[in-house]
């Protein structure tokens, strides 16, 4: 927490929480909202609380994403923190161990409308779970899934991953067949014009579910680094083949194609960003699919932004009943786009009209099930030097050839202990 504190300045401005009149019927909420977002349709949906709580008046207080931790740990160091705020799970552990944040369960458990286990779903739920309890219910939530482009397979007479997936065959090795089928030189000038798959980054929706997929991980359930794992060292060595020995990827790889141009017949992408893309792309025109199975089936990385009470909320029971309103009850997830925290609306027809523009809805239903968890460092307070020790020290030089995965893995590995081990 000492370089978040270290990195604050002290003259952000605060003067809309410290205008706000606090009292047992004000509720101040905060949200990040980015200028893309549909801020007043948010604002007034927010406010939707009011409608059921007339005695209550909602004012919520937002700022873009970029600027939005520093600002809202600032307001709460200044004693001017909101009752209720969404943050993201990468800084979730650190507001907690702050103290800023309380634990939810002894309000869930005295709730008669919920069922935690049974109503929320939960690879989403596990953003909001530090340590075993619940602090926060979480919004703007989505898998990441495999998108592709049905025109590149129609085009090369290739079956679609859908295919694959009825018959029960979509794995790696299938994966691969299909990916070296729609990679191929539509120029005549010797390197390929179309790629079967993006590739990777160090964007951990990229890599992490092939790992976890054949049984790895990068942090263990006991809170070890599980990157010197067989598993995690066999998928990373995979993954990386598909550049450097199959050459099936544009990125890594030779680039010359992009996802947007139709020239990539396969990409990861978030679902809210597919649901975006349907409509921006036309020469992609995406469907989603899983990303294939391994040894152990099938993996997604699954988040959202937990909404939690402060501890300094003045009504608690009421700053509760608002976070589990605006996770389960809102409906936000028709504005920010992604599957709703709750199983009644994500199996409910409003959210399934939604996914109608798909020719195969149920595929989004696959990345809900199974091995459904966040990143691999969500519930460390030391989220920062994690990511730079996946990013910079093990997926960067390996996709840029600057290393081998294994000596990658090993100096990842050794960093990666001696933070855990604190």
């Not at 809170?223 to 990373?236: K, P």
């Not at 009644?344 to 399934?352: C, N």
Request: hydrophobic share 40%.
């Amino acid at each position: 927490m000492t370089k978040i504190f270290r990195t604050l300045s002290v003259a952000v401005a605060v003067s809309f929480l410290l205008c706000a009149t606090v009292g047992a019927t004000t509720l101040v909420v905060a949200t990040h909202i980015n200028e893309i977002d549909p801020a007043n349709a948010q604002v007034d949906l927010m406010k939707g609380f009011e409608k059921i709580h007339p005695d209550v008046e909602v004012e919520i207080w937002h700022s873009p994403w970029a600027e939005y931790h520093d600002r809202l740990l600032t307001m709460y160091l200044g004693g001017a923190g909101p009752d209720v705020a969404t943050v993201g799970r990468l800084q979730f552990a650190s507001f907690i161990e702050a103290g800023i944040f309380q634990p939810l369960d002894q309000f869930i458990t005295a709730d008669p409308t919920i069922d935690i286990k049974k109503d929320a779903v939960p690879g989403i739920l596990f953003s909001g779970i530090y340590k075993g309890q619940v602090y926060g219910f979480p919004v703007y939530n989505g898998p990441a899934l495999l998108f592709y482009n049905p025109s590149m397979f129609a085009q090369r007479g290739v079956a679609e991953p859908v295919d694959y997936v009825e018959s029960n065959t979509w794995n790696r090795e299938t994966f691969l067949q299909v990916a070296k089928k729609l990679t191929y030189d539509a120029a005549g000038r010797g390197t390929p014009t179309h790629f079967g798959y993006f590739g990777f980054t160090e964007w951990q929706p990229m890599w992490i579910s092939y790992i976890r997929h054949a049984g790895g991980d990068v942090i263990t359930s006991d809170g070890r680094s599980g990157l010197n794992m067989a598993e995690t060292i066999e998928s990373l060595e995979w993954l990386n083949d598909l550049n450097v020995l199959h050459g099936v990827t544009a990125h890594p790889g030779p680039g010359g194609a992009s996802w947007e141009s139709g020239t990539i017949a396969m990409h990861i992408r978030w679902q809210s960003a597919g649901l975006v893309e349907k409509n921006l792309y036309p020469a992609v025109d995406p469907e989603p699919a899983p990303i294939p199975a391994g040894p152990k089936g099938y993996a997604h990385l699954v988040g959202g932004v937990p909404a939690c009470v402060a501890t300094s909320a003045q009504d608690p029971q009421l700053a509760y009943q608002y976070a589990k309103w605006f996770g389960m009850e809102s409906d936000i997830w028709k504005l920010r786009g992604g599957p709703p925290l709750s199983w009644k609306q994500v199996r409910g027809p409003e959210y399934r009209a939604t996914l109608r523009a798909f020719r195969n809805p149920s595929m989004f239903d696959m990345a809900l099930v199974g091995d459904a968890r966040p990143e691999p460092e969500f519930g460390f307070v030391e989220y920062a030097e994690i990511n730079n020790i996946l990013s910079n020290v093990l997926i960067n030089p390996i996709r840029q050839g600057q290393v081998s995965v294994r000596a990658a893995v090993s100096e990842a590995h050794r960093l990666l202990t001696q933070i855990l081990e604190k």
